[in-house]
């Protein structure tokens, strides 16, 4: 297994401030100071940076950020992926410091973006001196540490080249795959991975087309199962779409739920995954996303 983490999501659209008061007053992250190019960021520990909204037409993920959890997991990282075909271009000094990151080094995905490797994500001063911290809006902190800052969901029609590039490329184990039929004739096959302790740090699902967005969803982790109830209660009262109200997942048991952000991509805020332990014997397949609810919720009108 490789020694990567997810450091850093970075999406496009059209106008980053109007993601805003969604991940400040309903997800719960804690604003950053933007980036030198006047990017707005959010954190959800003590890391500079958790999530980067650039402004442009894409409207989408522009760049997953892996972090290596030293110098000698990034040249690791580095050689395996140019072994399995993915040249990495290193990045210059402009695009380390608007990641805030020591070193990184990038490869085109094949679902349409960018994979950034990188090392030395600056980190905040601990929390204790932090006037931000701890967040009031979820008292109980996010689960990241050494297993990043959650879970990032991609659907890609170049779906076994993107599992190569997770695999091959970036050295990430399958934990399980979910393989079933929404609908008589239309089949959702989504594969899990990880790189440390998290149940899945990528998920890819084969799109059956081209999809409007690569990015499903990004995954933020509570440490208390009240704080996803919280979560809830305020995309509730804001009367966002949820598309999947509070249920469990069979395969990582994870409790949570879905909020469509206003750039379309959507936001799980869970809590209680189970974990990865070596030697990983649990590679499966389920044929059920969920053991129960995450049935899409609509507000009353
Ligand atoms: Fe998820």
Known sequence: MSDLELGYVVVEVDDPGSLGPFFTDIIGLVPGEPTADGAPTWSDDDAAQRLVVEKGSRNDVVALGFEAGDAAAFEATRARLAGAGFAPASGDQARCDSRRVA????VAAPWGSS????????RRPVLSTNPLMPDPLMPGGFLTGDQGF????IATTAFDESVRLATEGLGMVRSDWLEMELAPGIDLEVHFFHCNARHHTL????APFEMPQALHHIMFETNERDDVGRAFDRAFA???????GLGLHDNDRMFSFYVASPAGFQVEVGNGARQISEPWSDDRRYDRISAWGHQPVTPPS
């Open 103 to 106: 070193q990184l080094a990038t």
């Open 238 to 244: 804001a009367g966002l779409p949820l598309p999947n």
């Open 203 to 206: 998920a890819l699902a084969r």
């Open 150 to 153: 959650g879970h990032a969901v």
């Open 115 to 122: 994979v950034e490797v990188v090392l030395g994500l600056e």
